[in-house]
């Protein structure tokens, strides 16, 4: 991840950061219970 030039300016990190691991999402049959998370505790980039 770190080695590509083009995927590293489309995650839109703040200069001087480096991208240290990805996350893959999808479906999933588990079920969970829901918690309560402040919105603001994650910093997240969603890309398109």
């Not at 300016?9 to 918690?35: C, H, M, Q, W």
């Amino acid at each position: 991840m770190n080695q590509n030039s083009d995927l590293i300016s489309k995650l839109n990190l703040p200069e001087k950061f480096t991208p240290a691991a990805g996350i893959l999402l999808g479906v999933t049959d588990e079920k969970y219970s829901e918690r309560k998370i402040p919105a603001n505790r994650i910093a997240m980039n969603v890309l398109d």
